[in-house]
């Protein structure tokens, strides 16, 4: 595995019954990017995510994440985060016991420490204390996405896993969001791996853009690179009305 690869895929297969997911996927994921997925619904991204936490095995082939094949009793609980696309937080527990869920996985810390760390977490993914005592559903759906990232980050991953984090958010609350997540990957030299259908946030936040169509990667690259591409389903998601006006925005950003 070469240095700059937090992750390669290589050969993956992955079938459910008759139907065919992963057809000889390979992919790496560079150390310190922040690689969005894209690809048409169906295509198997939720499902890679899965495959390479560990969650689920593919059919064959092999991943590896830091060098060590991803197979049973794989271990790299605490060098990885994951957000999974509903947040997934406990809804009986406040936010602050939320966060602290993985410190009492993983590691031995007083009461007072947990309690610490964890609001250093969320007052880094945007949350002030006078929220910390609330339970999810009495906050906003961006306020809870912000709660499953703190979560995400509490053991100060190197890799963070996100599904579609900005799924369900107005374009106001995602744009934050997006902001935010850029910032932190950036500040704390994160490595990426982000499933998303969002035109924005591959503006605002990829590095490079992985596109999943017909069982691989039908192309990758930076975002400029990979809306050259040909293939037809590429052409229709960057080329549609959604993307256009999504190139217009960002272009305007830009010239302000």
Not at 30 to 56: D, F, N, T, Y
Not at 61 to 69: A, H, K, N, S, T
Request: one cysteine or more.
């Amino acid at each position: 595995m070469s240095d700059d690869a937090a992750i390669r895929v290589r050969g993956l297969v992955t079938r459910f019954g008759d139907n065919v997911v992963h057809d000889g996927l390979d992919l790496d994921v560079r150390r310190g990017e922040v690689l969005c997925v894209i690809g048409p619904s169906g295509c198997g991204k939720s499902v890679l995510l899965r495959q390479i936490v560990g969650l689920e095995h593919p059919t064959s082939g092999r991943i590896e994440v830091f060098g060590d094949p991803v197979a049973q009793g794989f271990d790299h609980a605490r060098r990885m985060g994951v957000m999974f696309q509903d947040g997934a937080l406990f809804s009986k527990l406040t936010l602050k016991e939320n966060v602290e869920v993985p410190f009492k996985e993983h590691i031995r810390l007083s009461p007072e420490l947990m309690s610490e760390l964890a609001g250093l977490k969320l007052v880094m993914a945007g949350l002030d204390a006078s929220t910390h005592h609330l339970k999810p559903a009495e906050i906003s759906g961006g306020m809870r996405k912000r709660a499953a990232l703190a979560r995400a980050l509490a053991l100060d991953p190197e890799l963070l896993f996100l599904d579609e984090p900005t799924a369900g958010l107005d374009p106001v609350t995602a744009a934050k969001f997006d902001e935010m997540l850029r910032d932190l990957a950036d500040a704390l030299g994160l490595t990426v791996f982000l499933v998303t259908h969002d035109l924005d946030t591959l503006h605002e936040v990829a590095d490079r853009v992985a596109v999943l169509h017909g069982g691989n990667v039908a192309a990758i690259g930076t975002l400029e690179e990979v809306q050259a591409s040909d293939n037809p389903w590429i052409k229709d998601y960057f080329r549609g009305p959604r993307g256009r006006a999504a190139d217009r925005a960002h272009e305007g950003a830009g010239a302000r």
